[in-house]
């Protein structure tokens, strides 16, 4: 007879490639039943994203076809997003688990393009997405989603996102006569306008919020880092961009507020020759690399310069839905996947950290550990693990 333990040893030897921990400790095995060598159970991954969702399955597939003597094993693999961000009452937008800012040191390094991508490549992994234009001074979402005539309604005095091609979006260019207006904004109605767009509005259940900012280290950038927890930021550079250095300072304001970074992303890194199909880098190689060895953050993919992506922002069709298999959207879906996979990275740090606080204030004023050492996160696991294994068939865990 197959024994529980030995299930969870096996399942204990699985470990995620991005978070370096074994998937029992990570709460990813959930639903376990074990009844007379007939196993089943639920593998929980961490994001729909993630870049290593097939390599875990086939590793645990492995590993219980180590033991041997099972007669049937059944496995139902979903995912579900982890909480990036603190989700405490007080910190508003309890409903949103990641807040991702998309920031670059200057304009017109492909930000809006990048973002609304990335978010359109998340959304189809069956992640829930929002997109917050933030950039109030040039809003350029809507054109980009070719929702020129969109709107936001209000309800029980919420704003109510439009939805697009299945994103949640929220954007000054949906009111009318921003085109003229929005240079007249001075930092505090910009500050209060942001603080609206964010808590304000009626996201919903979100897994990724991905919010573009506008250039530069302005009052729009300084009040989502002091609004609300964040998840973290992906800075945008380009070949040129690294050249002039100012990627770097955006880099250090976000780094000065304690906000983390999530890593860089290269736009218009090289131009892939759609006859040669050789890579040229036109505008020198490696720049990002380079700076995300300095600053010491993941360098998180490179999207090529290519006239499908600016022609399909222009005509409203982002090349995510126009070209969903194009070489640039292949692109955009691995770096999608690697913010993913960041974005569990921070979350499994907080975790670790709120239980490491939790042990503090249980051991006791005079800090003695108590009785059960090891990781809080397995203990709790295991012990829910042979609960349910005791419980009758029925009794599913949730
Ligand atoms: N990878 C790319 N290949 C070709 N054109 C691009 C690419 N990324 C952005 N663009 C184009 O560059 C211009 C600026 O992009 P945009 O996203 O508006 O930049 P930002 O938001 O940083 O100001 C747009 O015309 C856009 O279509
Ligand atoms: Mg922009």
Not at 199 to 215: A, E
Not at 240 to 261: H, T
Request: aromatic share 4%; glycine share 10%.
């Amino acid at each position: 007879m197959v024994t529980i333990d030995q299930v969870i040893d096996k399942l204990s030897t699985v470990i995620d490639p991005d978070l370096k921990k074994d998937i029992v400790s990570m709460g990813m095995i959930k639903d376990l039943e074990l009844d007379s060598d007939n196993l089943k159970f639920t593998l929980e991954l961490t994001t729909p994203a993630c870049p290593f969702n097939v390599e875990i399955e086939d590793d645990v597939r492995r590993a219980i076809g180590e033991i041997g003597d099972l007669k049937n094993f059944d496995m139902n693999v979903t995912a579900k997003v982890m909480e990036g961000r603190s989700l405490d009452e007080d910190t508003g937008m309890v409903t949103v688990k990641n807040i991702i800012g998309v920031a670059s040191g200057k304009g017109g390094v492909g930000k809006s393009t990048v973002s609304l991508n990335l978010a359109l490549a998340l959304s189809q992994t069956g992640a829930k997405v929002g997109l917050l234009d933030a950039d109030i001074y040039g809003p350029s979402i809507p054109l980009m989603l070719g929702m020129k005539d969109g709107y936001m309604e209000v309800e029980d005095n919420k704003l109510q996102p439009a939805d697009s091609n299945g994103l949640k979006v929220v954007s000054f260019g949906f009111f009318a006569e921003q085109s003229h207006q929005a240079a007249i904004y001075r930092g505090p109605i910009i500050s209060g306008i942001l603080r609206q767009f964010l808590v304000d509005t009626n996201w919903s259940n979100l897994d990724y919020l991905i919010v573009d900012l506008p250039p530069g280290t302005g009052d729009i950038p300084l009040t989502l880092a002091q609004t609300i927890p964040i998840t973290g930021i992906l800075v945008i550079t380009t070949p040129q961009d690294v050249a002039s250095n100012v990627a770097v300072k955006a880099i250090g304001m976000f780094e000065k507020l304690n906000v983390p970074i999530l890593g860089v992303v290269e736009n218009m890194s090289h131009f892939a020759c759609p006859t040669c199909s050789d890579k040229h880098y036109i505008f020198g190689d490696g720049g990002a690399k380079k700076i995300s060895e300095q600053f010491n953050m993941p360098f998180l993919g490179e999207i090529p310069l290519n006239s499908g992506i600016m022609s399909g922002s222009d005509l409203g069709r982002p090349i995510m839905i126009a070209s969903p298999e194009s070489p640039s959207a292949v692109a955009f879906k691995s770096a999608a996947r690697n913010i993913a996979a960041q974005c569990s990275i921070l979350a499994a740090r907080l975790q670790q950290e709120a239980s490491a606080t939790e042990e503090q204030v249980q051991d006791g004023p005079d800090g003695s550990a108590r009785d059960d050492p090891g990781s809080s996160i397995g203990q709790v696991m295991t012990s829910t693990i042979s609960a349910t294994v005791d419980a009758p068939q029925d009794g599913r865990m949730q």
